[in-house]
């Protein structure tokens, strides 16, 4: 079974709106950390943001939030007000805490286009 | 410099060529780590070091050699590789392995075997 799953190869949404980016996860793992990394075509992953599986609130880094809902293993990745350089590729990611040592897994991504 | 620096940017290189990647970390972190990105694949992890010793090692063919000889440092040396070895290859570097630790990336080295 896959760990990560991002179920939206590809994304549209119109500038200056708010999109949702959805990511499920597998896990038996107490503690575990999730990530969403965005990567333009430059190729260069760029971290966003973090949530801890103990973190009781979810997430915040500027325009970007994760909504975290423990129960149904989601890490839903929202950008509000969306802006050009937004288009890219999102990447979400876990960590896991006693089975997972330095591996990081990924999911298969998806794309975001932003339009004018 | 800051962050995770990655050379070269770009390579083209034949089958029977030796040529080697490098990574450094500028940011005191103690795990260093390789990964390969194919198109319409999910990123592999290939190789981690976690103060210049090897800890992970997934199963990569043995033309792929890591070096990392401290704990800024990352080599990955290449040699016969195959065309199906183009790809854009990343380092990353983290504290350490826990769960709440973030890996940052380099900007990756796109690879072209011919």
Known sequence: AQKITQTQPGMFVQEKEAVTLDCTYDTSDQSYGLFWYKQPSSGEMIFLIYQGSYDEQNATEGRYSLNFQKARKSANLVISASQLGDSAMYFCAMREGHTGGFKTIFGAGTRLFVKA | ?114
Not at chain 2, 43 to 63: A, C, D, G, K, Q
Not at chain 2, 64 to 86: G, R, V
Not at chain 2, 99 to 112: A, I, K, M, N
């Open chain 2, 1 to 114: 410099e800051t962050g995770v620096t990655q050379t070269p940017r770009h390579l083209v290189m034949g089958m029977t060529n030796k040529k080697s990647l490098k990574c450094e970390q500028h940011l005191g972190h103690n795990a260093m780590y390789w990964y390969k990105q194919s198109a319409k694949k999910p990123l592999e992890l290939m190789f981690v070091y976690s103060l210049e010793e090897r800890v992970e090692n997934n199963s990569v063919p043995s033309r792929f050699s890591p070096e990392c000889p401290n704990s800024s440092h990352l080599f990955l040396h290449l040699h016969t590789l195959q065309p199906e070895d183009s790809a854009l290859y990343l380092c990353a570097s983290s504290p350490g392995g826990k769960d709440t630790d973030t890996q940052y990336f380099g900007p990756g080295t796109r690879l072209t075997v011919l």
